[in-house]
């Protein structure tokens, strides 16, 4: 059985306090077992990465970043490596989260290299795929989705995404309140899973867009959803809690 993973992505949002204050949230949630059936993730903004390694330490939950240079070091001012994430007890990274790709001109190229990177330093990456609402209207949905992994098997083969994550994020479904409905999520996952051949068996692949509490249910009932990636209602400890306890 494929493992259960949820884990929160928290944007550019928070400050110190507010940080410490979520994740003690967390902390105590988690220490009291309130999750059982899913590992739970975190992916800070970078300047907090090193409160929250400490803050987490000796406890279940994971940590992660939200984006990370394709280089290792060097001349590239502002950017940050995958070694100082792993330097700093990071376990995921999030690559080619769309808001990367749209706003910040990230190409399914440089996602790729971003991936190797960040195998390469001992890091799980996160792989973030979805398609915009004119390309599902357009009826393109699974085919966008099979070019942006498509560019990541060519540098690594199907194999190597094994010790990945795929992350499915509908465009339209990212911080709008509209969620793909199960079935429509559903249909992603398997076709995500099929493109994979055998690797596609063991790969976990998450459901991210709108998740809530209340859906999340529905959603990690499917066959192929292993898991949500969360954005808005991860920076609500009990929320998010309960989006854990959510995972069967
Ligand atoms: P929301 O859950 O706020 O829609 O964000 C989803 C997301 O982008 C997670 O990476």
Redo the contacts with the bound molecule.
């Keep these: 059985m494929r493992r259960q993973l949820v884990i929160g992505?928290w944007?550019m949002n928070g400050s110190s306090a507010s940080s410490s204050n979520l994740l003690s949230e967390l902390l105590v949630g988690l220490n009291a077992g309130r999750v059982d059936a899913a590992e739970m993730a975190v992916c800070v903004p970078y300047v907090y990465l090193s409160a929250a390694a400490d803050a987490i330490k000796g406890s279940s939950l994971k940590l992660g970043a939200q984006n990370v240079s394709q280089f290792d070091s060097g001349a590239y001012t502002g950017e940050v490596s995958p070694s100082m994430l792993a330097d700093l007890g990071c376990h995921y990274v999030?690559v080619g989260?769309?808001?990367r790709r749209s706003l910040f001109g990230e190409s399914s190229q440089i996602v790729a290299e971003k991936f190797v990177a960040a195998q390469a330093s001992g890091l799980t990456p996160v792989l973030?795929v979805g398609e915009t609402l004119e390309e599902r209207e357009a009826g393109s949905t699974l085919a966008v989705v099979e070019s942006q992994i498509a560019a990541v098997i060519e540098s690594v083969g199907p194999e190597g995404l094994l010790n990945s994550v795929i992350?499915y994020?509908p465009v339209w479904?990212?911080?709008?309140g509209l969620t793909a409905t199960p079935e429509q999520a559903q249909e992603v996952h398997q076709y995500i899973r099929r493109c994979l051949g055998e690797a596609g068996e063991k790969i976990c692949i998450l459901y991210?867009?709108?998740?809530k509490a209340s859906s999340a249910g529905e959603l990690f009932a499917q066959a192929d959803i292993d898991g949500g990636?969360?954005?808005?209602?991860?920076l609500q400890g009990e929320e998010f809690l309960a989006i854990g306890q959510a995972a069967k």
């Design positions: 992505n944007k999030l989260h769309s808001e973030c992350a994020e479904a990212i911080g709008t991210g867009g709108s998740v990636l969360v954005g808005g209602a991860s």
